[in-house]
């Protein structure tokens, strides 16, 4: 993994932490953010399924995609679709896709560069 790849996904993980303490605010209890990072998770999975390529460290690289393209797709599109465990279910996707589109598109080219 290149460095600029690693800065996308330490940065990813900072934002991840922040809302992992807003969710666990916003939610208030323990069972509720686990079932968040799931929900989060599957939506992360799903936009890694159909965008070409692989977000890395599997279901934790997904939960935090899933994450992040929950708040990005809230702050682009709104909260469009029905609420799962806190998560808007289409916004959510959408973001996780531009995120995953994003990391992919990253990693090919900077791969294409180191050859």
């Not at 992360?44 to 934790?60: D, E, H, M, S």
């Amino acid at each position: 993994m290149g460095i600029l790849a690693a800065l996308l996904f330490l940065f990813l993980l900072i934002l991840a932490i922040i809302a992992f303490f807003a969710l666990f605010a916003i939610v208030g209890n323990l069972i509720g953010v686990i079932l968040t990072l799931v929900v989060a998770g599957l939506i992360g999975l799903l936009a890694n399924a159909v965008v070409p390529g692989t977000i890395p460290y599997g279901f934790l690289g997904a939960i935090l995609s899933g994450l992040v393209g929950s708040w990005l797709g809230v702050a682009l599109l709104g909260s469009i679709g029905p609420t799962i465990f806190g998560i808007p279910v289409i916004s959510a996707f959408l973001g996780a896709l531009i995120i995953s589109f994003v990391y992919s598109l990253l990693t090919s080219q900077l791969s294409r560069n180191h050859r």
